[in-house]
């Protein structure tokens, strides 16, 4: 065994996150890990004559970003649907419709993403009416960017069997017009399921989503084939952004197993972590499933462990659970997906066999149900280092802000969410939020000085997967006026959101999210000096070099 390097990144203006050693200009790496960190000169006695350098000219240099929440599966699937983010109006929504469908020829369903909930434009409520004057020819539906509502023409609901309506289940709706017809918008998972399965890809990348993964697409090898495929370009895109380790938030056997293939075939490009998603409608006695996804899969490239579950729905549609009726829809506080006691049972039964759990709450009622949660699992099963999640928090009561410390939750947020961040616009006074919540909306930084831990992520494919933008988000402070509050994160708070927060939130600590002699080489070279940099620019800043475990996943040539 030679004690040369494999690889030397030189040059650098190292962020270590690590306290011994907080700074650096090189470190080397062999056998898929970090042996040496410190000068560029004492680093460079490690090279032999196969030993690659890197320059990075300058530049920073980080541990391999931790996108702690993504939808990888959908997001992959979504590369190559209708982007419909930026449009805006009937005429521009129908244009880019006509284009996509005359590259498209066929009777397929038409699938856009990313839309917004006022595409047609302001105070305008989206119809199947209307999306008939858009495509009139052949099924059309389009997803929010939130993934929690879908508007369809009439065709499509005539295709998934709901233009005269249906059992969507506890917590969705189909919503139906005074003439006794769908009138094409469709609210939350159990509402919109049919419809996915008629894509392209018949919703398989939206399984573990939409039922938890019950029962798994008994796919065709093709079938099997051709999803490996848009798991790996996905893969390949986040590795682009210079991530390593991907939390994903939706689970089922099929998504893990098509992983383990793409790991055999060299193809796994990010860690990633693949959780049980226990929808409101199983027994708790499916967590057994949970055990089997921790046992089946335990490695440092392919793991499980963690169990995904839904509070509630989102603000912007009104399924989000709140304390009080939202401000414009008198007598709604959303829906609560769990009940009290279904979900202490499941936080318990979580709990005491050692899974970690996420849960979707964004509403401040959710956010306390889920709170409660998991208090009762400590009362039941004493104190442990759990580090149970709540993801999203987008609303929050005073009272329970010192309560997520207290219990050592981890807040598992995302900056580009928030319209501080200007990536979607704020809500107009009145509608959606109460003033007085405005200031506890988003409020990453508020959590952050309780001594909760704070991580940092996208939730792609609801935002795009780059993180550039979201550490812009989380640093950079918009007027909004009224009385939002000020959230504005350091800029080494916010990579910390990206980098050890994160890997400590996956009980990964030790072993990765720092450059320091022994850790896993997960490592990003940044393309400039991010502290240099005027942070209204930082989302000009993009990775030019990715290592995960010592090989190269992305490099800009």
Known sequence: MTDHADRIIVNGKLITFDDGQPSASALAIRDGEIVAVGSSDDVTNLAGPDTVIHDAAGATVLPGFIESHLHLFGGAAELDALNLMEISGEDALSNAVSHYVAERPGSDLVYGVCCNYDILGPGLSTTRQALDRVESNRPFAMMAHDHHTVWANTRALEVAGILNGGDAGEGSEIVMGTDGLATGELRETGAFEGLLAQTATGGREMLGYVTGGDPDPAATPAQRAADRDIIARGLAHCAASGITSLHN????????????????????????????????????????????????????????GRVKMFMDGVIDSRTAFVLRDY???????????????????????????????????????????????????????????????????????????????????????????????????????????????????????????????????????????????????????????????????????????????????????????????????????????????????????????????????????
Request: aromatic share 6%.
């Open 249 to 304: 938030m939706d689970g089922n056997f099929y998504q893990l197993e098509l992983l383990d293939e793409l790991h055999a075939d060299g193809r796994l490009l990010c860690r990633t972590q693949v959780p049980f998603h226990l929808k409101n409608f199983h027994p708790v006695d499916k967590l057994d499933e949970a055990i089997e996804m921790r046992e089946c899969y335990d490695g440092d490239m392919l793991w499980s």
């Open 327 to 557: 401000p414009d829809d008198a007598g709604n506080t959303g829906n609560p997906l769990f009940s009290t006691d279904h979900f202490n049972e499941a936080s318990i039964r979580c709990d005491a066999g050692g899974l970690q759990i996420s849960v979707h709450a964004i509403g401040d009622a959710a956010v306390r149900r889920t709170l409660d949660g998991y208090e009762a699992a400590r009362k039941a099963n004493g104190a442990r280092d759990s580090r149970h999640r709540i993801e999203h928090i987008e609303v929050l009561h005073r009272d329970d802000l010192p309560r997520i410390a207290a219990l050592d939750v981890i807040a598992s947020m995302q900056p580009l969410h928030s319209p501080r961040s200007g990536f979607f616009p704020a809500h107009p006074p009145g509608q959606i939020l109460h003033e007085d919540q405005l200031a506890l909306s988003f409020a990453w930084q508020t959590i952050r000085e309780t001594g909760a831990k704070v991580i940092f992520s996208t939730d792609w494919p609801v935002v795009p997967v780059e993180v550039m933008p979201s550490i812009k988000g989380a640093c950079v402070y918009r007027e909004l006026g009224r009385t939002w509050g000020d959230q504005r994160q350091s800029l080494r708070n916010a990579l910390a959101g990206y980098t050890c927060d994160g890997a400590f939130a996956e009980f990964n600590e030790h072993r990765k999210g720092r450059l320091k002699a022994g850790m896993m080489a997960d490592v990003v070279v940044m393309s400039d000096d991010l502290e240099a940099m005027d942070l209204e620019h930082l989302d000009e800043a993009s990775a030019v070099l990715t290592v995960c475990g010592g090989r190269i996943t992305h490099q800009v040539a």
